[in-house]
């Protein structure tokens, strides 16, 4: 089932389908917030923004709004 980055919940392990471009800065993409990899949703901020990830054993903080723009698929445990 495809949903969006923002709709993982703590601890969940998912792959990257697809992200709009446009709405992506270049700095995750260079991180390797790409299509095929591997993240984790490590903590969210108090008010709920930003949200805190690991990606490709990079730690990176990701705007909820920049969240919304990227679709995952949950991993199966």
């Not at 703590?10 to 800065?25: Q, S, V, W, Y």
Request: proline share 5%.
């Amino acid at each position: 089932m495809e949903i969006n980055l923002s709709q993982l919940k703590k601890g969940e392990r998912a792959t990257i389908l697809d992200f709009n471009i446009e709405e992506i800065p270049l700095k995750l993409l260079e991180m390797g917030c790409l299509p095929g990899n591997s993240i984790e949703l490590i903590q969210i901020a108090p008010l709920g923004d930003p949200l805190y990830y690991c990606i490709n054993d990079a730690h990176v903080a990701i705007r909820l709004e920049t969240a919304i723009e990227i679709s995952i698929i949950k991993e199966q445990i």
